[in-house]
């Protein structure tokens, strides 16, 4: 048997290394969060490199990587032959008890028990008031994710539905929310304020969407399509981190070369260390059976450590602790709802992580 190299690897590596993926966006995404919160950089003792801290400063380019593997991985699922409505059902039962579970008990005391507003709390039970309120509590990814789920079925009959329209139909669906984000800027400032975040990371999914199908079907990538991957990701570090200058309604459109990029940078790493260190693909594959749950937790509890009264000294121990904290309770929720849908562990770390 010819031995797999870079020349023989195909679009689908993104897929076989997934969990590895996911778990190298969610740790990507906690150690930014470190870095908005609580200044990591100025938590130790030694000072990090420079391009170290802007490397940190980019890992909401996680929530990128998410939305491009979940436009792949959606395609997986409705391949299987599914009907709309358990399509739905099943990304839903995938998604809505992780967040409620994780973060209902404390909209609950803060809503409910302290103020009593069961309207705001209903509101965020929800799951879809960043489309009225905005970015509250940095939980807009799971608002935006379920418009997407409902959606995608439709996103996938227009760009399959006829043969060789894909790349067409996915450049319309790529300029379209960046015609949405001007106007709303330039006409409706205060709600484009409100979505810009998700709005303008549209273009990420559709391009993964339209890979789904050449992803499934494990087409072969020439060697000059890596310089392609290593290119948008330079190109995205070297625009985003030296500081060019965009305007608002365009800003995060950026991302998609950051999303693209570091996806496929992470699988051919992954690659190399499935050979090398196996057992550094193993911990982050174990991260990435529960990302979803870690990214909600450390919003929830990094964002409460930050403010509450506790009889803790020191950002750092805050830190350590909020951190220690959000991945136990991911792996607990993450254990507690596969037991409730009878998936296995194993079974969830083979699912589409989406």
Partial sequence: MKKEGIGQLRLDIVSRFRSEIYGAAAAWIVLFHFTVIWHLPDLLPIPLPVAVVKFLALGNVGVDIFLFLS???????????????????????????????????????????????????????????????????????????????????????????????????????????MVVSYLLWKFVPSYFAIVEIGLQRLPIFFVGCSLGRAVFEGRAIPRWNWAIAFGAASLFFWGVAGGISCPQWCSRFLYVFGGIGMSYCFALLFFGLSKAAPSINRLLAFVGSFSLELYVSHMAVAGYFSVASLPIDGHLKRSLLSLALSFVVAWAVSRLTGRIRGTSTNEKKAMARD
Avoid: Q
């Fill in 71 to 177: 436009g792949i991985s959606l395609y997986f699922s409705l391949e299987k032959g599914s009907t709309y409505g358990g399509f739905i059902a099943k990304r839903l039962r995938r998604l809505v008890p992780s967040v409620w579970l994780v973060v209902g008990p404390l909209w609950f005391i803060t809503l409910m028990l302290r103020t009593f507003r069961p309207g705001a709390f209903l509101a965020r039970m929800s799951l879809l008031d960043f489309w009225v309120e905005g970015n509250k509590g940095g939980f807009w990814y799971v608002s935006f994710i379920i418009i997407l789920y409902l959606v995608y079925p439709a996103i996938h009959r227009y760009l399959f539905h006829s043969e060789g329209r894909t790349l067409k139909r996915c450049m319309v669906l790529c300029i379209l929310p």
